[in-house]
Structures are given as structure tokens and as C-alpha cells.
């Protein structure tokens, strides 16, 4: 068997919605009405904190795939003054996000047992308003979200293999800048974070297999399993790796914007950056690089996502643990490819709903544990009742 990314074909109903003229596919995308479709003809469950679960019409799998959504569209017209991190949220709202992913998770992991069967990957995807809003690959809907996604791998083995070349799978030479320069340093910085349930991994230990992927990234093995996800202090942890990601990429790119920049002004650790970072050789030459390609190369510095943009997973790996991991996210591809998962969408409405019976009876128990736990109220569809 061949290791390396998979592309996978995953078939889809057209969405009947209709783009007003002169309004661009991502426009709209961004409108409250967009978001008005994803409750109506997709929206499982909604709660007092506006998180919204609903299933992807243009999904990652058709075996299990759902999203939780911070619909702050109607409270927050502008789309580039919404949350779309965590850190960004009321401590109400994210004691709930929490307990949903918790649920969520656990759920996926006693539906889809067997790690030698399934791939099974939960995460978020930063949505920063780092570009305009009309460039291409920019995220459609400007909005916290989670992904809580299952894979077959039987398919994924069937499946043919991806250029390992393709942009969205190596981040357009992000990530071997951070391979090559900065991974120790990284390392470093990270070590000085309180952890306790997370404990840091690497190599084998974190990559599937199959696929090669996540390719020497930042990873940690969440000590405990799915039992620490009960625990507060977990999702602590979890937003530290966060933390710890948004001042190291936020000092870099400010490197790479000015030469010997001070600690950004909204770190968290101002001064672990300056002992860590700004003191660190192979940290400034690897934004000397950038800075200089950028000065040399118009269409580069265009492409360059000045504020840091990443992606968040927790998955299982091939022995059964759960993994978390980051990694910048400098072109705007799939949260799947962080794992060597290149999904084509094809429109195919008789192969769609062939599979749609058993991902909707999974989504509809996941529902009811939700509603059991006090997370929400179903929604009613054309597709499936109230409760």
C-alpha cells in the first residue's frame, strides 16, 4: 500500500439557492440569508448562545458530518466584525461550545469504535479577516465553526492519491519554513505553557499511516482519552495551544512586515516572546526570508496572510488516541487536508441521498443526546421534524 494524501469523491444534492444579481458567490455566502438556509433546510439544533448545529449540504463525508456555527449574523451585520475564534467569545457561549464538542465527540467515537476502520477528526478552522472578503479562498461564512467529520479508510485506501505538489496541501511553503527553520524554536516556545493533560508528541506517534499526514507538525496526545474532555481544564489546555500559535505566527509575521519589530501589543505572552522568539537566530532569518521574497515577488506578498490563520484538530490516530494538533493555514484550504484529505464534491443527487437515511438517523441521535443535556432545541425541516 502507497502512503501519501487521498483524494476521495463525495457526491452532493445541489443547494437551490439563488445569488442575487450582481453579487458575488462569496457575498452572498456572507449575508444573513445564507445563514437563514443553513437553519431552515439544514439546522438540527439551535440554543440561547446562537450555536447553531446543522448538517453540511456540501459536506466533507457522507458517513457522519455536521457543524456547530456562532450565528452571530443578525446580531453582527458587518461579517468582519464577528467572532471567528474562540478566544474571541463570551465565557457563556464557549462553557457551551465546549460541552457540545465534548458530546459531539464522544459521540462520534462510540458510533465509529474501530480506529482501523474509521478516521474520525473534530476542529476549527480560523476565519480571520485577513484578506478582503472578495478574494478567492476566502472562507464562505465568516463565522466561528466546528467540523466533527468521520472517514472510512477502507475508502480512503481505495481512493487514488493526490499531488502531494497541490498548494492546499502544503500550505504554499508555510509549513517548510516551519519545518526547516522554525520547529525547535516552536518547540521551545510551547514547552513553557502550562501543560497538564496534553502532552507533546511527534513524528509517527502523530501521523496516520495511510496518509503520511499531519506531516511533523506541533501535535499532543490528549492523556485521559475522551474522559478528559469532560474536564474544563482540558478545554483550557486547548485554547492555550491556541494562544501559544497566535503570538508565535503574530511575532513572525510582524518580522516579516518590519525588521525588528517589538512584542505585538495583544500577546498573551509578551514576555516569553521576547526571551524565545526575539532572541532566536533561526526564528529571524526564517522571516528575513519571507520578508525578503516578499519585497522581490509582487504576487507573493499579495497571497500572504498577515495575521495568523490556522487550523485546529482533534483526531484519533491509528492506535485509538486522541491527538490535537495546529498548523498556520496560509492558503485557505480544507480542514481535512491538514490529514492528507483532498475531498471532490460532485454533484450527484441520486448517489446523495442513497447515503442520506443513515447520516441523518446518526445526526438525529446526536440531536436528542444534545436536547438530553440541556445544549438546545431541535429545529424543524422539510427533511426531518422538531423531535
Request: hydrophobic share 35%; with cysteine.
Given at each position: 500500500m502507497k502512503i501519501g494524501p487521498r483524494q476521495i469523491s463525495v457526491p452532493f444534492r445541489p443547494i437551490p439557492l439563488d445569488v442575487p444579481e450582481g453579487m458575488k458567490p462569496n457575498e452572498f455566502f456572507n449575508s444573513s440569508e445564507n445563514l437563514a438556509d443553513l437553519a431552515q433546510n439544514n439546522g438540527l439544533l439551535i440554543n440561547n448562545e446562537d450555536l447553531l448545529l446543522y448538517r453540511k449540504a456540501l459536506g466533507h463525508s457522507n458517513l457522519f458530518d455536521c457543524s456547530v456555527i456562532y450565528n452571530t449574523s443578525k446580531s453582527i451585520l458587518n461579517p468582519l466584525g464577528r467572532p471567528v475564534r474562540r478566544t474571541q467569545v463570551p465565557n457563556s457561549v464557549k462553557n457551551t461550545w465546549n460541552r457540545m464538542n465534548q458530546i459531539i465527540i464522544a459521540f462520534m467515537l462510540e458510533e465509529f469504535p474501530d480506529a482501523d476502520k474509521y478516521l474520525i477528526l473534530a476542529g476549527e478552522a480560523s476565519l480571520d479577516s485577513t484578506w478582503p472578503i472578495t478574494s478567492p479562498g476566502v472562507p464562505s461564512i465568516r463565522m466561528l465553526h466546528n467540523h466533527f467529520i468521520v472517514f472510512d479508510k477502507k475508502q480512503l485506501e481505495n481512493a487514488e492519491l493526490s499531488d502531494p505538489k497541490n498548494p492546499n496541501l502544503t500550505d504554499g511553503g508555510q509549513h517548510s519554513l516551519f519545518a526547516n527553520y522554525m520547529e525547535e524554536v516552536y518547540a521551545e516556545f510551547q514547552s513553557k505553557l502550562a501543560f497538564d493533560i496534553l502532552k507533546p508528541i511527534a513524528g509517527e506517534a502523530s501521523s496516520l499511516s495511510l496518509t503520511g499526514y499531519p506531516q511533523g507538525l506541533p501535535s499532543w496526545e490528549v492523556t485521559g482519552g475522551i474522559d478528559s474532555l469532560k474536564n474544563v481544564k482540558f478545554w483550557d489546555e486547548y485554547d492555550l495551544v491556541l494562544k501559544g500559535f497566535l503570538d508565535f505566527y503574530r511575532t513572525f509575521f510582524s518580522q516579516v512586515s518590519c525588521r525588528?519589530?517589538?512584542?505585538?501589543?495583544?500577546?498573551?505572552?509578551?514576555?516569553?516572546?521576547?526571551?524565545?522568539?526575539?532572541?532566536?537566530?533561526?526564528?529571524?532569518?526564517?522571516?528575513?526570508?519571507?520578508?525578503?521574497?516578499?519585497?522581490?515577488?509582487?504576487?507573493?506578498?499579495?497571497?500572504?496572510?498577515?495575521?495568523?490563520?490556522?487550523?485546529?484538530?482533534?483526531?484519533?490516530n491509528d492506535q485509538g488516541k486522541l491527538i490535537v494538533t495546529i498548523s498556520q493555514n496560509s492558503i485557505g484550504n480544507a480542514i481535512t487536508e491538514l490529514l492528507g484529505v483532498v475531498v471532490k464534491r460532485v454533484p450527484d443527487a441520486d448517489a446523495y441521498e442513497a447515503a442520506e437515511p443513515a447520516l441523518l438517523e446518526k445526526l438525529l441521535k446526536l440531536r436528542s443526546r444534545l436536547v438530553e443535556a440541556d445544549l438546545g432545541e431541535g429545529i424543524e425541516t422539510k427533511y426531518w421534524k422538531k423531535d
Open positions: 525588528n519589530s517589538e512584542v505585538p501589543k495583544e500577546a498573551y505572552f509578551p514576555e516569553l516572546i521576547e526571551n524565545t522568539l526575539l532572541f532566536n537566530t533561526c526564528f529571524l532569518s526564517a522571516a528575513k526570508k519571507v520578508r525578503d521574497k516578499c519585497i522581490d515577488d509582487p504576487k507573493y506578498s499579495s497571497s500572504i496572510r498577515w495575521q495568523p490563520a490556522f487550523k485546529q484538530l482533534i483526531y484519533r
